[in-house]
């Protein structure tokens, strides 16, 4: 064989070396449930995809959802690697079912919770013409959480599950109505069909943006917070285009959940993901455009659920 033939020949064997180096090490899929188009989760999805990418050795793939309780179900199928989700609607399904092997990979933000109503008053009491108003009727004003007794409330997601969680832990009575998503819950409260609408999320939710101040935001004070201690937090919030500053409310807190994985190559993924999140935490706060809730988390707290922790292949639970 001739130098050059020689040459020619190797420089192809290398070559079929490095194609099959990176066939080998290519990452594989790792499916995350996040939730609805355009929504929190959604969008902290795709941040978190574009600095901890296949630059990194990882592959994440967007799984939508239409709230916490289809997550969970989720990893309890193993259809995912991992899922957003809201820890009060963890704790909602302990009560009835074996969650043992779901874990918080790490803890995210704070989920307030959102009470909206139309900003005007409600008449009721009175018929006249086939409508209330009449003589007689009455106008209510609806400003608080402890406004809402036999009133109706729309939801969607796991925060229909918040709605029963706080209605049960609060105390107050209101009706349930559950909804596909946001857009069928606010045409349902300008129609009248309901009374207020009752969402969570990192804020401030996107989809909120579009309202203007026909809408109003409805607190959530004392008593209630103190009702509420057990599972929630206290939190605030403010829609400057809705006229609204410093709103009290309650949270919840959002984390990224995991199935409690035993083998050291399904875990390897999953901590590589955690690991990437807190060395970036910097750069998904700082940069123009990203969520605003990046700001609000904080690496190495220890979330209100069990922690996925691998390591010389155990894993245990810190809560």
Not at 183 to 194: K, V
Request: proline share 6%.
């Amino acid at each position: 064989m001739s130098p050059d033939t020689t040459a020619v020949a190797t420089a192809w064997l290398l070559a079929a070396a490095c194609t099959s180096g990176v066939a080998q090490t290519a990452p594989s899929p790792l499916p995350v449930s996040t939730g609805l188009p355009q929504g929190t989760y959604a969008t902290m999805f795709k941040d978190l995809a574009e600095v901890c990418g296949p630059g990194t050795g990882l592959a994440l793939t967007d799984q939508p959802a239409s709230g916490s309780n289809e997550s969970i179900d989720r990893l309890l199928r193993n259809e995912v690697a991992a899922a957003f989700v809201q820890t009060d609607v963890l704790h909602a399904r302990r009560t009835t079912e074996d969650l043992a092997r779901i874990r918080a990979l790490v803890a995210l933000h704070p989920e307030p919770i959102h009470l909206l109503a139309l900003n005007a008053p409600l008449v009721e009491g009175a018929w006249l013409g086939g409508k209330l108003g009449g003589l007689g009727g009455r106008e209510v004003v609806l400003q608080t959480l402890g406004d809402l007794g036999q009133r109706r409330v729309g939801a969607w997601g796991g925060g229909v599950v918040t709605a029963r969680l706080v209605q049960l832990q609060a105390e107050v009575d209101y009706r349930i109505t559950e909804f596909k998503g946001p857009e069928d819950a606010m045409q349902a409260l300008r129609q009248r069909r309901i009374d207020a609408v009752l969402a969570v999320g990192g804020a401030p939710l996107a989809w909120m943006a579009g309202l203007d101040r026909s809408i109003k935001l409805l607190s959530v004070p004392e008593p209630w917070v103190s009702r509420l201690r057990h599972v929630y937090r206290p939190a605030r919030l403010t829609y400057s285009h809705l006229g609204a500053q410093g709103v009290p409310t309650v949270a919840t807190e959002a984390v990224l959940a995991v199935r409690d994985v035993r083998s050291a190559a399904a875990a390897a993924p999953l901590l590589k993901l955690r690991s990437c999140l807190t060395q970036q935490i910097d750069t998904l706060r700082d940069t123009v455009g990203r969520h605003s809730a990046w700001g609000q988390v904080e690496p190495g707290t220890v979330p209100h659920w069990p922690v996925f922790e691998r390591s010389s292949g155990t894993t245990t639970a810190k809560n």
